[in-house]
């Protein structure tokens, strides 16, 4: 089982909509958490930490539930400019993977 | 703000032949990063450094070699390219602190890919 796990989607939502993404890890000593989003053919780039107490970052909001060990992110407002893939990512102390864990990412397909 | 620069953008090469991918970052960071991206199978860690001097396998470090020259380069080698090769090259680095400024975030910024083909 891979350590972060994402539902690969597509979601497709219209314009002004509000969708929710999970992600679920398996390791209980994962540390940090971070979303990620990727446009077609481009690279990765930082979205927003998840802090335990939870953050919101304009229509953006992610939560971190460690008891069942699962972070969220809940996008309000779509808009067609958030049509992308969103990678859940963990962070773990030690390890051979030079800390960061990578989900295979949720497509988003926001429409007019 | 050049940030992470790689190159080449795009490759094709035949099976058996030997190419080197550059990265270079401007941002003084530490860490540096070497992944592949396939589809379905989204970003795995190929190599990482750090910190300079210092190299460690990833996920899947099999026909590939790393070199980190200084602090702010770090070059991938595939020394007999496979078919099974094909994909994005991504590089990326990882500072102390993040663009948000809060330390130790472990914020990746990456480079824009590098497009392997191998026939």
């Known amino acids: 089982r891979k350590e972060v796990e994402q539902d690969p989607g597509p979601f497709n939502v219209p314009e002004g909509a509000t969708v929710a993404f999970n992600c679920t890890y398996s390791?209980?000593?994962?540390?940090?958490f971070f979303w990620y989003r990727q446009d077609c053919r481009k690279e990765p780039k930082l979205l927003m930490s998840?802090?335990?107490s939870g953050n919101e970052d304009g229509r953006f909001t992610a939560q971190l539930n460690r008891a069942s060990q699962y972070i969220s992110l809940l996008i309000r407002d779509s808009k067609l400019s958030d049509s992308a893939t969103y990678l859940c990512?963990?962070?773990?102390?030690?390890?051979?993977?030079?800390?960061?864990?990578f989900g295979k990412g949720t497509k988003l397909s926001v429409k007019p | 703000n050049a940030g992470v620069t790689q190159t080449p953008k795009f490759q094709v090469l035949k099976t058996g032949q030997s190419m080197t991918l550059q990265c270079a970052q401007d941002?003084?960071?530490?860490?540096m990063y070497w992944y592949r991206q396939d589809p379905g199978m989204g970003l795995r860690l190929i190599y990482y450094?750090?910190?300079?001097?210092?190299?460690d396998k990833g996920e899947v470090p099999n026909g590939y070699n790393v070199s980190r020259l200084n602090k702010r380069e770090f070059s991938l080698r595939l020394e007999s390219a496979a078919p099974s090769q094909t994909s994005v090259y991504f590089c990326?680095?990882?500072?102390?602190?993040?663009?948000?400024?809060?330390?130790?975030?472990?914020?990746?910024?990456f480079g824009e890919g590098s497009r392997l083909t191998v026939l």
């Open positions: 990326a680095s990882r500072g102390l602190t993040g663009t948000s400024g809060r330390r130790n975030t472990g914020e990746l910024f």
């Open positions: 390791n209980s000593a994962s540390q940090s």
């Open positions: 998840v802090y335990s």
């Open positions: 990512v963990g962070r773990n102390y030690g390890g051979s993977q030079g800390n960061l864990i």
């Open positions: 941002m003084n960071h530490n860490s």
């Open positions: 450094s750090a910190s300079e001097g210092t190299t």
